[in-house]
């Protein structure tokens, strides 16, 4: 570990001796000319070297000293060390051809340099630092082999440009006294295999930043963006700006590789990308008004004067405001979409769910409007069924360790999620984004409660299905193998009755005639029990209220409980209420299931069962004062998934309460007009 740290500290002095010396080899080759009086100052600067040494060098001494970046700055380092031996031999170089000492063996040095001292900077920042940026670290797989291969081509091209026979740029200078003849034949061909190398290396190294942004996280992705906003600017700058500003718009590429190195304000890549696309549409938009006010004016009044120019920087003046309001806003729309804009978010969503052929599919549309709406790179939308299971469409790509999530409530409970990948894969989701989509949970929660009451639907239809195919089956048995049997043996005992008769034998005759009228006591018996399993005679016979104070209750009770408790049925309602045929069942059926429950579970010395109208429900509640239980530490039953289900068949609810000592409380509500539920 020590040893580790006495190298790295070893490297951090080697990289700020060699920045220093890079720095000061440029600021003398700007010296020169200043200096000898020699013009040759706007040359010297039209080349990047210039600018690149000491930019280069100053943050790659800065990157040199943090060791999760020491590699770039190393990279840095080198480069700006070439770059100003570059800047320096060509300035002694201009120096010799503007005074004519071009023979003195210093500026024949000088020219050699500016052979070949200009490739290491060139390729080491096109083709192998692509490969290694944010951090100093290229990509994992057949990806890690490319820097060497890299280093290899820039060593080579520079090996042979500095040993290639050729003139030094003086006429009195002799041939590279370094040049090996025995090359030039082949330098044409090598040259252009190691520009095609480097080329394809320069374009992979490019490629490798495409796959880096796409694997990465939230961080490195804007590392990676803020660099490719330093080389988009610059190289922008380059093809429309003029010298001056081609040589300082290179400072962006080391400013930019030093914020992402080190990770300074990562975050304001957006704020700069949508400031800089403002400027630049409204300075192009100014320059074309400035030449067409100034195109006319100089028309219309025959000359151009001070009168055009000052009429086109007015009408640029008028026009600045109105103009830089909608070209942020065209900007904010690129970026964000409809952020600045929620009520036409909202409308679109509002489209999308409007449009849609089924829930589900409303769903999936909504999700893709919210993701175009934002420029959001993905959306996910999970709806939580009645019965467990969850139901969920995704729009883009969504990852779960960078998603943000937003519960969806509707009426004071949770029907489904809404997960939104943060724009640029970033872990922070803007205060602004996060605003509107909490807005936007409203509708979205309604429609997944669409689909929650769609897929409640479709399971209910099939259950009644179900249902109805078991109670014919049921039926059917009980007639073929109960009822039928029956009447078949009271026909055959009435007709054997009628042949003993036929022979005079009435004492027989009235035993087989007992017999029958005892079979078909009992068939009379089964096909009650039949009826009575429809649907309780008792409704028919008392109503609902009345069933359950007659002997509903107490013949539950008796068949539970040895002690019959007190049941106390308190009944709130209208005379004049008649309750559907549907409602009375499962009234009756809830009441009967809950008093079991209550008998088996909690041995109350008193039950109380309270029926009133509720709105448009019929509330029915059954409590006791038994031991109770702690309902989260106890799995419900069949019995309580009966009632339960019996109510949702209605479009009801059934709640229970219970805590260890206070007893236990079941409370129904069931809609009076079913149909309007369903």
Same mark, same amino acid.
């Given at each position: 570990m020590q040893d580790e740290s006495q190298a790295g500290r070893a490297a951090v002095a080697v990289a700020r001796s060699a920045s220093a010396l890079a720095v000061a080899a440029a600021v003398a080759a700007v010296a020169l000319p200043l200096l000898t009086g020699t013009g040759y100052l706007e040359r010297l600067l039209s080349t990047p070297e210039a600018v690149l040494a000491p930019a280069y060098a100053a943050a790659g001494a800065w990157l040199a000293g943090h060791e999760r970046s020491r590699r770039i700055g190393m990279l840095l380092v080198t480069t700006s060390a070439f770059a100003g031996c570059y800047v320096l031999g060509l300035s002694f170089t201009a120096w010799g051809e503007a005074t004519g000492l071009g023979a003195r063996p210093l500026a024949g040095a000088a020219a050699w340099l500016t052979t070949w001292c200009w490739i290491p900077p060139l390729g080491l920042v096109a083709v192998l630092l692509p490969l290694l940026l944010p951090e100093g670290r290229p990509l994992g797989g057949w990806w890690s082999r490319l820097p060497r291969v890299a280093v290899g081509l820039v060593t080579v091209a520079t090996v042979v440009a500095a040993v290639t026979p050729r003139k030094l740029g003086f006429t009195t200078v002799p041939e590279n006294p370094l040049g090996i003849d025995a090359i030039e034949p082949v330098v044409l061909p090598v040259g252009l295999s190691l520009l095609g190398g480097c080329v394809g290396l320069m374009l992979i190294g490019l490629a490798s930043l495409v796959v880096r942004f796409r694997r990465a996280d939230g961080v490195e992705r804007r590392q990676v963006a803020w660099i490719g906003y330093g080389v988009a600017a610059t190289v922008i700058a380059t093809a429309v700006a003029p010298w001056w500003v081609r040589a300082f718009a290179a400072l962006l590429i080391p400013a930019c590789i030093v914020v992402a190195a080190l990770r300074y304000r990562l975050y304001d890549i957006d704020v700069l990308v949508n400031r800089t696309l403002v400027a630049g549409a409204l300075l192009a938009g100014a320059a074309l008004v400035y030449a067409a006010v100034v195109g006319w004016a100089g028309s219309l009044l025959g000359e151009t004067s001070r009168v055009t120019s000052f009429t086109a920087a007015f009408t640029i003046a008028l026009l600045f405001h109105p103009a830089r309001v909608r070209v942020q806003r065209a900007v904010d729309r690129l970026l964000y979409g409809d952020r600045a804009d929620p009520h036409t978010l909202f409308l679109r969503v509002d489209d999308a769910i409007r449009g849609a052929d089924s829930p589900r599919l409303a769903l999936?549309?909504?999700?893709?409007?919210?993701?175009?709406?934002?420029?959001?790179?993905?959306?996910?939308?999970?709806?939580?069924?009645?019965?467990? =299971?969850?139901?969920?469409?995704?729009? !883009?790509? /969504?990852?779960? $360790?960078?998603?943000?999530?937003? @519960?969806?409530? &509707?009426? %004071?409970?949770?029907?489904?999620?809404?997960?939104?990948?943060?724009?640029?894969?970033?872990?922070?989701?803007?205060?602004?984004?996060?605003?509107?989509?909490?807005?936007?949970?409203?509708?979205?929660?309604?429609?997944?409660?669409?689909?929650?009451?769609?897929?409640?639907?479709?399971?209910?239809?099939?259950?009644?299905?179900?249902?109805?195919?078991?109670?014919?089956?049921?039926?059917?048995?009980?007639?073929?193998?109960?009822?039928?049997?029956?009447?078949?043996?009271? =026909?055959?005992?009435?007709?054997?009755? !009628?042949? /003993?008769?036929? $022979?005079?034998?009435?004492?027989? @005759?009235?035993? &087989?005639? %007992?017999?029958?009228?005892?079979?078909?006591?009992?068939?009379?018996?089964?096909?009650?029990?039949?009826?009575?399993?429809?649907?309780?005679?008792?409704?028919?016979?008392?109503?609902?209220?009345?069933?359950?104070?007659?002997?509903?209750?107490?013949?539950?009770?008796?068949?539970?409980?040895?002690?019959?408790?007190?049941?106390?049925?308190?009944?709130?309602?209208?005379?004049?209420l008649e309750l559907p045929a549907a409602v009375e069942v499962a009234a009756y059926r809830i009441v009967q299931e809950a008093v079991g429950n209550a008998l088996r579970h909690d041995a109350p010395r008193q039950i109380t069962v309270t029926l009133r109208e509720a709105g448009d429900n019929l509330a029915v509640t059954v409590s006791d004062d038994g031991t109770g239980f702690d309902p989260a530490a106890n799995r419900a039953g069949v019995g309580m998934a009966s009632m339960r289900e019996r109510a949702a068949e209605l479009g009801g609810t059934v709640r229970l309460e219970s805590a260890p000592g206070r007893g236990t409380t079941v409370a129904a509500l069931l809609p009076l007009r079913p149909g309007d539920h369903a």
């Open positions: 999936r549309d909504a999700a893709t409007a919210v993701a175009r709406g934002l420029r959001l790179r993905g959306v996910t939308m999970s709806v939580h069924l009645p019965d467990g =299971a969850d139901v969920e469409t995704s729009t !883009g790509h /969504v990852d779960p $360790r960078l998603a943000i999530s937003f @519960t969806l409530d &509707l009426h %004071g409970e949770s029907v489904g999620v809404l997960h939104a990948m943060p724009r640029n894969g970033s872990a922070i989701l803007d205060p602004q984004d996060r605003v509107v989509l909490a807005a936007l949970t409203g509708p979205l929660a309604s429609t997944a409660q669409a689909v929650r009451l769609t897929h409640h639907l479709e399971r209910n239809r099939d259950r009644l299905v179900t249902t109805r195919e078991e109670e014919r089956r049921r039926l059917r048995r009980d007639l073929h193998d109960g009822l039928g049997p029956q009447l078949a043996a009271i =026909a055959m005992t009435v007709d054997t009755a !009628g042949r /003993v008769l036929g $022979r005079g034998d009435t004492g027989r @005759t009235a035993r &087989l005639l %007992g017999v029958a009228v005892d079979q078909t006591a009992e068939a009379i018996a089964d096909v009650r029990r039949l009826v009575r399993g429809l649907r309780p005679p008792a409704l028919d016979e008392f109503g609902l209220v009345g069933a359950l104070t007659s002997s509903g209750l107490a013949a539950t009770a008796a068949a539970e409980a040895g002690d019959i408790p007190s049941i106390t049925v308190d009944a709130e309602l209208d005379s004049s």
